[in-house]
């Protein structure tokens, strides 16, 4: 079964293309949807004109592997229907609007509608939202997707591993998804309980 994988239009697609990256490199099938929104922010972050085609998918990921594409308007298409079965979802990143829509169940489009199915099937939904400060809609449509049972898990990046570049810091929130979901990885230097065992200066517990 697949996990699908949501890239909605907050900034942050780096996040999404490290979680996709090691979900495929473990060996996990991957449904995507890439919201209209979420279009624009790669063309701005990466220069790549998303196209509904294997090859827009391919040249941004820059990952082979079982994935599939399925178009944002596509209501019809496999993981908008409870009985298409998916190991969970994660929304990375997950945009205010895409964090309200999900909230108050409008499924608006198939990543909203993907994640109510994963929700109301009792899959793992994981929300991963970037975006700083909060404001109290936000904040609220978070806790309801907490109480209803999502893990709600910020692009927050822990510095303990003495991270050497950017790509350090995606990975470590990319690895903390997969740990959500319980997949293998590599991606960090995990906390051992001793002070200064990390990459850098000393390491301090902030999982």
Known sequence: MPWVV???GASGTPYAKAVLAALLHAGHPVDLVVSRAARLTLLDETGIAWHDDTASLRRWAGSEGDVRFWGPADLAAGPSSGSYPTRGMVVVPASTAAVAGIALGLSKDLLQRAADVTLKERRPLVVVPRETPLGRSTLAHLLALHDAGAVVLPASPGFYGGAQSVQQLVDFVAGK??????VEHDLFLRWTGEVGAGRGEAAHPGG
Do not use: I
């Open 177 to 182: 998804v997969l740990d959500v979901l319980g």
């Open 6 to 8: 949501g890239v909605s």
